[in-house]
């Protein structure tokens, strides 16, 4: 090959191979949980998120001022808050179990009941329900308008007055922000097969393989975003919280609550919707039975049996779900 044949050969391929270097080097850097939606109205940024984070963190936003979304959303703890139920002003006992907030930017719909369709709306109901922060939400703005640091933000990034709207966008901008993506497992997910120990490796298999986990909870966002009976109770007849059903009155969603995204999953005990489940090896004895077999449990639930052992390697695999936790 001449000088001018190789050269016309790198003219035609360079491009080629730098592009297909460059998209490698890329997913090997990107989260696989791919971007994130946001509304037209609500583009990130900095100081939004930042605002966010303040109002996050602030128990003014309660009626008696002394309960914040941290308060039960507590970084420490994945954004949960290590109760049974959660506890709003006045200790009034909340209805269920506090979720975490991470990787609450790909949810499809908010609440176990799987109803409210984005963070923004979502913003609302902890900030007047009576059990939770209780507010009326006349009183609270004016009451957060008169707070210069607020008011003086709104102005320059929201280009108004500290209202509503300013206060469910910088809220949902926080909340958007507040990823889990760079676990272990995220990593070994990524191709780094050595990032997780060989216990939680095989913790894995059986959680995709050996059971049927993976048909509900999907990696890498561990959830199909749909609201499932996982065959908690034989009956909801004597409880007052039916899940979906609530919502829509088909008793075919009776016991149906949004799948868990199980993201540091570890760290957010207690589990389920009413925190009745104590602890990870409670949850295997759980779906190792079988569930409780409810009329509308999903028919994947089938029992099946662990050793000691595969019980251990499973709660390393759950382990190996903990990102860092930013707030
Ligand atoms: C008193 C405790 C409490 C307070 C205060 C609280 N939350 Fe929650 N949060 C909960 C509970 C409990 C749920 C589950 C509610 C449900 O499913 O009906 C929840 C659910 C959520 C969800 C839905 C998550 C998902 O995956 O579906 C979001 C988002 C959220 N809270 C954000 C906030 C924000 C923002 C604030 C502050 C304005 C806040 N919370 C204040 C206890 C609380
Ligand atoms: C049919 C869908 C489905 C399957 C299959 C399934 N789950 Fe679940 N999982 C759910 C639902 C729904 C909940 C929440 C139920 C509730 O709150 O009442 C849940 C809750 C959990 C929780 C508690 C999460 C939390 O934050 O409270 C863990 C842990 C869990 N599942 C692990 C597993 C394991 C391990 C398997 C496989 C043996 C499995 N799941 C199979 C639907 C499913």
Known sequence: MNQKQSISIWLCFGPILFLLFYCKSDTDTVSLLGPISVPKDNLQTVEKIKFGKQLFFDKR????????????????????DGKKLSV?????????????????????????????????????????????????MKELIQKLRAIPKYQNQAQKIFKRDFDAYVLTRALASFQRYILSDDSPFDSYFNGNKNSISKSAERGWILFSEKMYCTKCHVPPHFTNFTTENNGLYATYEDKFDKGRFRINGDSSEIGSFKVPVLRNISQTAPYMHDGSISNLTKVLDHYSKGGKGHFNQSKIIAPFTLSNQEKIDLLEFFKSLSGTVKD
């Open 61 to 80: 936003l309660s009626q008696d001022n002394s309960v914040s979304c941290a308060t039960c959303h507590v970084p420490e703890l994945a954004f949960t």
């Open 88 to 136: 709003g002003i006045h200790n009034r006992l909340a209805m269920r179990n506090a979720p975490t907030l991470l990787n609450v930017a790909y949810q499809k719909t908010l609440m176990f009941d799987g109803e409210v369709p984005n963070l923004e709306m979502q913003v609302l109901v902890p900030l007047k329900d009576s059990a939770e922060m209780g507010n009326q």
